[in-house]
């Protein structure tokens, strides 16, 4: 059971109440009239966390620690810089190249997999699994609305597959050697405090560890990398075999790599 209902923005149009009714059926959750009510009372009344809110043709998730909504962020940054020369860190250690496959095991609003995409081009495919309904429905639909400023953005968002699984059952499903590489980024063990962004995220996402199983099932189906994100201090690469370590020098965040 999901720990939210859904509802419109104050103005109720009737878009955002054939929005709401769509994601009330697609993820099973009550639909309730907004009635102008501020969503600290909505909250109370209907005994939930969290109300996803369809307005303006897209929904954002409000949480008591935030809102929540699709935007490629950083990504458009991070784009521009692999376009003038800079590289990307994750796109190194990953070492993306055309034509690749790309499993991103912990999608979450997408970033690191809209970059992706955008290295390996529309010869490659980017899968990106997402544990949580709610943040799978809301990067899935916010992918499908968003309207970039140049085609390299939108075209890489496009392309982004979106698919509402558990990794470490999805995996199992998958042949060997079947992509090029796996990509994950759980929630760290050690959260960086000062990413202050992510903290309204933490409330619904996915907070198991990776395991060594599902590293294992990775290596099965990678043909290229196995690839992990982690506070740059983490013990969590050790544990977990990944004994090459990519990143800035100075960065709070690595990736830990395993070639195959």
């Given amino acids: 059971m999901i720990n939210t209902i859904v509802t419109t923005d104050r103005k109720n149009h009737s878009d955002s109440q054939k ?13 309730v009239k907004r009635n102008r009510e501020p969503m600290e009372k909505l ?17 954002t998730l409000d949480t ?16 521009k810089n692999i ?10 250690a990953l070492d993306l190249q055309e034509g690749m496959t790309v499993l991103d095991c912990t999608l979450g609003f997408g970033a690191d997999s809209i ?18 309904p709610l943040i799978a429905f809301i990067t899935s639909e ?32 998958l042949p060997d050697n079947s992509v090029d590489v796996v990509y994950f980024d759980p929630m760290f063990r050690h959260p ?18 990776l395991e060594l199983p599902a590293v294992n099932e990775a290596k099965r189906v990678a043909r290229h990398r196995v690839v992990m994100k982690e506070n740059s201090r983490s013990l969590e ?18 990736y830990g790599v395993i070639r195959l």
């Fill in 64 to 79: 008591p620690e935030g809102e929540l909504f699709f935007h490629p962020n950083m990504s458009q940054l991070r784009i």
């Fill in 19 to 31: 929005l709401a009714q769509m994601a009330a059926e697609r993820l099973g959750i009550k639909l």
């Fill in 237 to 254: 690469f050790a544990r977990l075999g990944f004994n090459e370590i990519a990143g800035g020098k100075h960065s709070k965040v690595h």
């Fill in 192 to 209: 960086l405090r000062d990413s202050h962004n992510i903290n309204p995220l933490r409330s619904v996402a996915d907070h198991r560890p």
């Fill in 142 to 173: 916010g992918m499908k609305k968003f309207l970039a400023t140049n085609y390299e953005l939108h075209s890489a968002i496009k392309r982004v597959q979106v698919i509402n699984a558990d990794y470490n059952e999805y995996l199992q499903t």
């Fill in 115 to 132: 970059v992706a995409s955008f290295v390996v081009g529309e010869g490659g495919q980017v899968i990106g699994l997402e544990a949580s």
């Fill in 43 to 59: 909250r109370e009344m209907y005994g939930v966390d969290n109300v996803l809110v369809a307005k303006r043709g897209s929904f």
């Fill in 83 to 92: 376009r003038m020369g800079e590289g990307d860190h994750m796109a190194n």
